[in-house]
């Protein structure tokens, strides 16, 4: 950095940023890796004069002194180039010579990165480490008291139901039985074509694809509002898809002219109405991420941005929401597919439910908590807006038991659940308060893609189009850094690993014939207030 | 050998179940008595045969009819032998260390659990489980199972050793005689059957061929268990088809990484693309070429190419210079040693470079200079205006003959004319006065500017330029009459009547203009103490005339902070002025200065020095004004097309403003007369500061002469060769390249560069810049 002659409000030093980048003058040999692949520009070269003077012993002359010139590796610290702590600089590094630390104090960025009167935005996570689910037990372990089952040595039937079971006198008066799909429970939630790289996106399918037919494991993905490639559109593969449409209706008309052609149907048809992490914002796509690709998934001209408002704009009510939406997707797929909305975690949500379980039609309500991942929110949005999960689905569930339909309308859950690398436990304990599956966003960008961002506001910047590792731009530069093929291999051992997990907790349970929805006397926790309020065991 | 039993036991007692317990220590009792033939009438009883250590190492024979019940012969003995006359219960030779169990029928689920070593014979079919968890010592011949029939379900889970036996025959498992999902878990020993099967855990055992040694031992064997369970004739039925037998094996730990499973970059190969298509998903939109770039990349999927901007900017001094000399390139000049170009330079720009970059001009271009930002000593600019003294002047263009008159030959004139003059054109100046100069010459002290050094620089101008003395003449008609004889009219006529502000008494104060004019001549006396109402420039120079001509203390009032800098007000001070401010002049008496403030300047001699005005009376009143001033645009043209207005009688400036002006009016008119008005001239941005590395000069420098302030110019925008860039290249992508002219260029092979930046970040004089990469689809 230049050192600065004057100083302004907005001055900041290293040590005010979030992240401070370590520099060994010993260790480095000046290759120039680290300054070429940061992707905030948040390092340069820097020329520095030295003084250095020689002094006599004894004083006996008088003292010389030298100038001299060395080059070395500065941070930036203007605001728009703070390091962000994704530690590229220190992967490239031949001699470990860089690295970014995180700031012990609180850091004064926050303060200054309203330049220009924009509050900030950013990609990534609510930037909050604490989870409810990772304190939550599993307590109840058979051993003699019912037969114990082996993980790894018996079967187990680890697949949920996605679709609306009705009562048998209710079939009668309908005379349609809804379409329910037996799928896995681990579900891979809307991210879509545009917020993820094409790389990621296709990794992802194609991963999808092979735990369908490789290995038997019936995954299903959510395209996120943004499309779906024609290809994938008019492929066996689409009955892996959960096709999501949202307020931005984007890539729709593409579906709608692929729907003579579609050898499959879809899984699902999720209609998202907010979004744990930004519930009540919209999305935004930049016109320079809308490049020729993008433009035709989505069925848009090249360069225009591509806002998805907060809300749907023809729907006024709840009901109208629920009965407008879910008959006209229903109908697309002559009723063969099952329908569901997807809405943000809130103090309404039983409101939803309520009206969901009225409808016969509506196949699922999907809950998406406040630690849900984003590709781009404001701040507040992220870091103050949103319900947690745990206690808005246990209230769903728990209001679903009282009117007798828990066995009916399959709840879903997501936001936040392996935030900490927890996946199979937060999953596992998000089913026994009542959720039938779980979505999963960030947790397949961090195992599948190698994301780097982390609760403590690492990396984050999922928006601007320059992730490191290609994991969410739409520049072949920083996209063909990811090789589909490797993500798709992630993919498949994650799921892999997630499903001997979740046999690892349900087999002591006793259970391997069904999810063990709502089993919920298999759950403790040590903090009395939350056990109370979840209405499960209070365990010290 | 014939079964003689010594004794029976019997299990049923009284029409009552004999407790398992009794039975055993029963059995127990009659070994330890030296019973060696036992037979049992069992009744379900828990564990029978098994645990016979007693009998010291004897062969015990063990004979049970009825209904045994769970777990025969467990934890048997090597010494026992035990035959189960008909169908048998659940775990047969559960933890068997060594007897040999012979079942004449069926026996239920768990045969042979965790058994280790002995040999288990069943002449029918058994349950689930069988064969799970046995183990083989080494210490000891492996455990074996043989079956005549088929096995159940979930059959050798866990099996970490010994040898099982399906012989397939007469079993109502037609279809499968291996049982549903056999061999999970198993870790070692092998299973010989006949018969199909149902699949069994492939990421455990494979399955095999027999090998003759295996073929072999089948065939000895079995002999064995066939005579055991009665039923020798069926040894030709079962040898019979050497092929009818196969052999499961479990894989080796290392054996289980190699499983045969399609990896992805087939899947992707045979199933994905088959589906799809070529290229996957995307294929029909867009081309991804298999595998990953290199995060640090080279070429065309760099994110950032460096260019070589040199001289695509201007430096700031150039900028800051109303006639825009080029500074930069004068420094540049005397690096390489061409003294005498850079001296010469100056003219192409001024008439006056000694006069005024030397002595008068506040020198904007050292105001502007990038060393400045880190406050390095200052370049020794004056002196190379001094120095252009003897500059000669540059090839006049051909003459065109197009006359334009000038009104005025002050510093605005003098240099319109001295371009038009290069130009080729006929300018004639028309000069109030005897002789030309304007203020300089006027009002300008001389111990600002010597004489000779004026002088010198106007005979420059008034060599070329035909010069009329006009008087006070001018007036509209005579403008008239000059459009039809010039092409173009520029009015150059300073701003020559001072300013006073309307105060009692105001009558008694001099202007600045009219003191110094007189002051310049030695024509004017002045008072012990005078007053000097405005503090700016101009008053510090009729302060330092004054203390010249005699007067001993000088006091410069002003309204608010005085607005006077660079080497006039430092004259001023030094000669002892005394600024006060903020001060409002009420009124001049004979006494002197009152103030709002009540205070009382004592003067005898007050000059107001805040500002002139030209006198534009003689102008038609078609020509726009601006307040006192001739209106303009940024050409400095007036409402009348044909005529021009510069230097004061526009807007108060410094003599270099003035100088500039004359210079872009002389362009504008060059353009015009050669009829290129619509070219427009691109202007360089300024260079960016930031881009210019000073941690390279020198902070304590001394600039002793040009040469060295040569060196200490940071170039801003011009390279200096200096191979930093082609240094520090860590990939060795940058190099210097001789062009025709002795000119030069420095540049970067692209599938070397992998866009890091050094260039830029080191370059001294910001001449490279890292751009985005062209955008990628």
Known sequence: ????????????????????????????????????????????????????????????????????????????????????????????????????????????????????????????????????????????????????????????????????????????????????????????????????????????????????????????????????????????????????????????????????????????????????????????????????????????????????????????????????????????????????????????????????????????????????????????????????????????????VKIGKQNEIPIIAAGGIGKNGNLAANAAALIMLGASAVQVGKYIMQAAGGCLGAENDRCNICNIGLCPKGITSQDPRLYLRLDPEKVAERIVDLFLSFDTELKKIVAPLGRSTSLPIGMSDALGISDKNAAERLSIKYVV | MEFRPTIVIEGVRDGRRLDSRLLEEEIQAAVEKGHRCIEVHAHGQHGIGGR????????????????????????????????????????????????????????TNGVGNAMAQGKIYIAGDIGARGMTMTKHNPRFAPPELWVLGSVGDFFAEFMAGGIAVICGHGTVRKENVLGYRPCVGMVGGMIYFRGPHGGYSEEDVRLTELTDDDWEWLKKNLKGFLRAINRSDLYGELTKKRKEWRLLIARKPYEKNGQKVRNMARFREEVWEKELGRGGMLGDLINIPRGSIDVIATGEMRRYVPLWENGKFLPPCQVACPSGIPVRQRWALIRSGKWEDAINLALYYTPLPATVCGFLCPNLCLQACTRSVENLPTLDLPALGRASLEAKEPKRASETGKKIAILGGGPAGLSLAWHLWLAGHDPVIYEREQEVGGKIREVIPKSRIPDEVLQHELMRVMEKVRVITLGNKINGRLLQQWKRVYEFIVIAIGAGVGKKIPIPGSERALTAYEFLRLSK???????????????????????????????????????????????????????????????????????????????????DMVVMAIGDVPDVSFLPPEIKRNGPFIAVDERYRTSDPMIYAIGDSVRLGLITDAVGAGKVVAEDIDRRLRGKEDVVDVIKPVVEKSRIKLAYYDPLTTLSDLDACALQCSSCGLCRDCHMCETICPRGAISRRELDGGDYEYVVNDEKCIGCGFCADACPCGIWQMKENYPLE
């Open chain 1, 1 to 400: 950095m230049e050192p600065v002659g004057k100083i302004t409000p907005s001055s900041l030093s290293p040590y005010d940023l979030p992240w401070r980048v370590l520099w060994d003058k010993e260790k480095c040999t000046l290759c120039g890796r680290c300054t070429a692949v940061c992707p905030v520009k948040a390092i340069e070269l820097g020329v520095h004069r030295k003084r250095l003077l020689s002094v006599p012993l004894n004083l006996t002359e008088k003292p010389g002194q030298v100038f001299t010139v060395y080059h070395g590796i500065d941070q930036k610290t203007d605001p728009a180039y703070a390091c962000i702590g994704c530690a590229m600089c220190e992967l490239v590094c031949p001699n470990g010579a860089i690295k970014p630390i995180r700031s012990r104090d609180i850091d004064k960025l926050r303060f200054h990165i309203n330049q220009g009167g924009n509050p900030r935005r950013r990609g990534g996570r609510r930037n909050d480490a604490r989870s409810v689910l990772d304190e939550i037990k599993f307590i109840r372990i058979s051993m003699l008291t019912d037969p114990a089952l082996d993980a790894g040595r018996h079967e187990f039937e680890l697949r949920t139901l996605l679709g609306r079971i009705l009562p048998a006198e209710e079939l009668d008066q309908y005379e349609w039985i809804p379409p329910v799909r037996e799928i896995y429970p681990l579900i891979i939630g809307g991210m879509s074509f545009g917020a993820l790289s094409p790389t990621m996106w296709e990794g992802i399918q194609m991963g999808v694809a092979y735990l369908n037919e490789e290995k038997g494991l019936p995954v299903r993905v959510s395209t996120g509002e943004g499309g779906c490639p024609p290809r994938l559109l008019r492929s066996r593969f689409l009955k892996y898809v959960i096709l999501q449409i949202a307020s931005g209706y984007f890539g729709w008309d593409e579906i709608i002219r692929a729907l003579p052609e579609m050898k499959e149907d879809p899984c699902a048809i999720e209609i998202k109405y907010g979004q744990g992490a930004k519930p009540g914002d919209g999305g935004l796509l930049m016109w320079h991420k809308v490049n020729k690709l993008i433009a035709a998934i989505r069925g848009v001209p090249q360069g225009v941005s591509l806002p998805s408002p907060p809300t749907h704009q023809t729907k006024y009510s709840i009901e109208e929401s629920v009965a407008k939406m879910i008959q006209s997707m229903s109908m697309a797929w002559g009723f063969r597919v099952p329908v569901y909305p997807k809405i943000s975690g809130t103090s309404t949500a039983l409101a939803v439910l309520n009206n969901l379980a009225r409808n016969s039609y509506a196949a699922a309500l999907a809950i998406d908590g406040e630690d849900g991942g984003t590709g781009a929110a404001y701040n507040v949005s992220l870091d103050h807006m949103g319900h947690p999960i745990a206690s808005n689905v246990r209230d769903a569930y728990l209001n679903l």
């Open chain 2, 52 to 107: 016979l250590w007693r009998a010291k190492g004897e062969e015990v024979f063990v004979r049970i009819l009825g209904s045994p019940g769970q777990r025969v012969g467990s934890m048997g003995f090597p010494n026992t032998k035990i035959e189960v006359m008909g169908p048998s219960s659940d775990d047969v030779g559960w933890l068997n260390a060594g007897a040999e169990i012979i079942v004449h029928g069926h026996a």
């Open chain 2, 521 to 603: 001549k030695d024509m004017i006396t002045v008072g012990k103490k005078v007053v000097v109402i405005g503090a700016g420039n101009v008053g510090c120079d009729v302060a330092c005339e004054a203390f010249r001509l005699g007067a001993e203390s000088v006091v410069l009032v002003d309204i608010q902070e005085p607005a006077s800098f660079g080497e006039e007000r430092k004259k001023a001070e030094k000669l002892g002025a005394r600024f006060i401010w903020p001060r409002v002049a009420k009124a001049i008496t004979e006494e002197g200065v009152e103030l709002t403030e009540g205070e009382l300047l004592p003067a």
